[in-house]
């Protein structure tokens, strides 16, 4: 074996290690759907991929409220509770209309975001500990709210946002494909953008340069926030009832697992829109085809596990190099 050729196999091995955090989540995918179109039934039947498309919706539109917050170097365990506390205030509001039953629990949204963003930027608080709260008082609080009871939604303009088609696609997957779009423009094209990418990459600095880092820390928890309601208020619309114990349940894991497979760094200053998706899009074939082969969703639950750790490890060697 010749010199050339053994200095060849470390460069090739880095230049793996640095494509994987980038591109590696594309290379899941791919392999998943080959594996399921091999041993699946009926996996690329229209019916299934519909399927597929409609359960990725909530995780989709979770993963990028949190790429925003991760890209500032923060994290939101209330993602969940918020879902559930949208879900419990939509039956409370279709009374009075959809529109005012979606308003409700935007503005719920909008307050936990709210809250979450004072105890971060002003109180001083870690983002874990900030939302930790919210994770547990937020579900409690949407439990109280609708009794504890599963409640039916039967409001047929309600009904149309969870079962509804726009030229051949559903209606879930336009307005999830719409908010990615509005996402990938605020993190590209905005001055908001750039400065939230700054505060993740360096706070320290970003305070010095007078960027308004506390503003852009609120924002950014608001959005998250309000992009779990958005999540929670279309789960109820898909499943035609609500239900706060279930609704948005564990799903912080699967959006903060989309997020970081997708490539955003949990050390903040980037935010991978694309990868997000991808991200979102390989939790949903995990966990379908660990279901569709009878091991139950609390394998696929420590499969995201172990793919958040490959992930987060292949993430800090890129980093040390």
Known sequence: MTTS???????????????????????????LIAYNVVFT???????????????????VIVALGMALVIGTEGIDLSVGSVMALAAALIPLYLGYGVVAAILASLVAGLAVGLINGLLVARVGLQPIVATLALFVGGRGLAVVISDGKLKDIRNPDMLHLGAGDLFGLPVLVWIAAALVLVVAFVVRRTVFGRRLLAVGGNRPAAELAGLPVKRVLITVYVACAVLASIAGLLSVARIQSSDASAVGLLIELSAITAVVVGGTPLTGGKVKVVGTVAGAILMQLVIATMIKHDLGPSTAEMAQAVIILVAVYVARERKTR
């Open 5 to 31: 050729t053994i200095t060849s196999k470390p460069a090739n091995l880095s230049r793996v290690r640095r494509w994987l955090p980038d591109y590696g989540v594309y290379l899941a995918i791919a392999l």
């Open 41 to 59: 039934p009926y996996f690329l039947t229209m019916s299934n991929l519909r399927i597929q498309l409609i359960q990725v919706v909530p995780i």
